[in-house]
């Protein structure tokens, strides 16, 4: 059976290209019949980054049968995946998040959890030698998400480690990382098609914090005022994708890449509180800035209070 390759639900750019650089390299050097997955569509810089080298966008599956074959990448969070999953077969996670718990496996299987900025550095790193046979249009998927997830090493996620790797596939592509990564968060920022709950949607991941559960949500963007400037109305959809997500509030962290600094809307007595315990900020009025919050990962998930 064909093995499918997929990542985290909401699905942004290294989930996206994790899940096509690995089912290269077990069709490619390994011999093993895999295919990508997506779990919803993928973001403007992921999509950015199928048509900048040249990729079809992967199926997008709801769910997956049981005893199906399949490799994790790039989250190990059972919220973040298919509902029938722990009767699926894993047969290997690759990730760069914190260990959750909660998934079952059929046995024994390979599992990779490292400390570094991007889920596709690891991968590359898996492939040891064979990393060299990567074609361009794969190391400019492993370079871009890479590129991504440490906001062109702006992330306090980064690790020299990551950059080596990013460097290198840039080196061997005859790319500029300055400019192509301004291409990338170009992209990312055109959110202007998307409606207010989708954005709440885009880029978040599920949290409970002492027993109250959030979406948390980040918008990274080199232009924070286009989206600022639509605050009202997100903040006005934030009730209604709380319920239908089966959250009590949605968190909108408003990341400015260039000035390094996150902007958190403040709809209500709850965010606010949380904004005072969490980052210890004095609010007034809708918005607070937080200078230097980049990562929801190390700064915005693990300082979360309520």
């Not at 490619?28 to 079809?56: C, D, H, I, Y």
């Not at 509902?83 to 599992?111: F, M, R, S, W, Y």
């Not at 880029?203 to 979406?215: I, N, Q």
């Not at 005022?225 to 509030?249: H, P, T």
Request: glycine share 6%.
């Amino acid at each position: 059976m064909t093995i499918q390759v997929f990542g985290h639900k909401s699905p942004d750019t290294d989930t996206t290209g994790s899940a096509i650089v690995w089912a290269w390299y077990l069709n490619e050097v390994k011999g093993v019949a895999a295919e990508p997955k997506l779990l919803g569509e993928p973001n403007t810089e992921a999509a950015f980054m199928l048509q900048r080298w040249g990729f079809e966008k992967p199926e997008i599956i709801a769910d997956v049968a049981d005893g199906a074959p399949v490799v994790i990448v790039d989250t190990n969070n059972p919220a973040e995946l298919p509902a029938n999953i722990n009767n699926a077969d894993i047969q290997a996670i690759i990730d760069h998040h914190k260990l959750v718990g909660g998934l079952e496996t059929k046995g024994p299987i390979d599992i990779t959890i490292r400390p570094l900025a991007c889920a596709a550095t690891i991968i590359i790193d898996l492939m040891g030698e064979d990393a060299a046979k990567m074609p361009e249009a794969i190391k400019g998927a492993a370079l871009t998400c890479i590129l991504s997830d440490t906001l062109e090493f702006r992330s306090p996620t980064t690790t020299d480690h990551d950059r080596a790797v990013a460097e290198k596939l840039a080196a061997d592509l005859g790319l500029n990382i300055a400019d192509y990564a301004a291409e990338m968060f170009a992209a990312k920022s055109d959110v202007s098609s998307f409606s207010d709950a989708e954005l709440l949607r885009m880029d978040s991941k599920e949290y409970a914090v002492e027993g109250t559960k959030f979406r948390v949500s980040v918008l990274e963007t080199t232009a924070p005022a286009v989206v600022l400037d639509r605050k009202a109305s997100l903040m006005d959809s934030m009730a209604a994708v709380a319920a239908e997500d089966g959250v009590e509030q949605v968190l909108l962290f408003v990341i400015d890449i260039l000035n390094e600094e996150a902007t958190l809307l403040v709809p209500n007595a709850l965010v606010k509180t949380v904004a005072e315990k969490s980052f210890d900020a004095a609010i007034e009025g809708d918005t607070v800035v937080l200078p230097g919050i980049m990562s929801r990962k190390k700064q915005i998930i693990p300082n979360l209070k309520v």
